[in-house]
């Protein structure tokens, strides 16, 4: 291990403890599960991959404010049931043709527009645990507030799964440079569609107006790089297969013929930069949105969620061990795993 790791920096203002609300979730989302009929997960099956995930832990940290039970419990169970989707889908992109994984982006999009009676063999195991999730949901907001939320959550589940299905396996197929990382990435590891779930936990449902504003995309957008940049770090051992690779750190070694150590320093300045970028947006929007409180929570809960998954990558079973060996995160979380006494 080399005397100096790279460090990942969050400004203090991002950051919150775990929610203490949300201890004991992951158990609750494992029975959910098996409820709701997800497949199990290779190769050591549906508790493992969920222990190993921690999706209790993950809500607890990026929704740190919310009193909201419920919603951490929806979340939680989110983060299972994406994370079960998108493990499969991303196993079985790579072994179909260019006009097959077309075809089913476009069955996922018919799907999460629904899902319909009728869905693609792929999609059979995920229904009824994703019609309950949109329940939930429903439940948990005014009626005036549903159409558009679940109009934004179709939008983000479709734009991330396309991606993942016809655009990240061309990575896997050739070297590609940055230039496409940074295209992709904000959609491929499976977080904006997370982001909606901020308004109902911190309530801060965004008027139409403010979600078309470029601005806010780019900062949900940015939100995503900065994270799929960390968790590239935490992913090296799954991803380095030694041919191509959608990792950043991979993709940029391969580029400028450098070591490891070398690459990841490099990327870690890039994601410093970025969220330097991200704050400056941040400033801005906030400037435009003085007399909006809602957009104004909705901004702060984005910079928590950030934040919150990279911590929730230090303390992950699936991850955590493997990320302290490569990096660093700057300010590191301070309140433990384990509820206290």
Known sequence: MPDHLPVFRYPNSWGAPRNPLSHALTDVSLQWGEYVGLPD?????????????????????????TD??????????????????DDALERLGPTLEVKERIELADACAEFFEGPPDSVHPVLTDYVTGYRDLKA???DMMPSSRRGLWQDRLHYELKACNRVSLTE??????????????????PFTPGVLPFMPLLEIADDCFIPQEAWEVPRLRKLEENAC??????????????????????NV??????????????????????????VSETEQCVAELLANYREKPAVERYIRSVQH?????????????????LIRRRAVLVPAPELPDTPPR
């Open 41 to 65: 997960a290779p190769v050591h099956g549906l508790h493992a991959m969920g222990r190993g995930l921690n999706m209790g832990a993950y809500a607890g940290w990026i929704h740190p404010l």
């Open 68 to 85: 909201k039970v419920q919603l951490l419990q929806l979340s939680s169970d989110f983060a299972l049931w994406i994370t079960v989707l």
């Open 136 to 138: 939930r949901a429903r």
């Open 168 to 185: 990240e396996p061309l990575a896997a197929e050739e070297w590609r440079g940055l230039d496409f990382y940074a295209k992709i990435r």
């Open 225 to 246: 790089l900065v994270f799929g940049m960390f968790n590239d770090v935490a992913s090296l051992e799954k991803d380095d297969t030694g041919g191509p690779a959608p």
């Open 249 to 274: 750190v991979l993709m940029h070694q391969h580029e400028t013929a450098c070591t490891l150590p070398d690459s990841i320093e490099a990327i870690a300045q890039w994601h410093n930069t970025l």
């Open 305 to 321: 969620l950030v934040a919150g998954i990279a911590n929730w990558h230090l303390h992950a079973p699936r991850y955590g061990s």
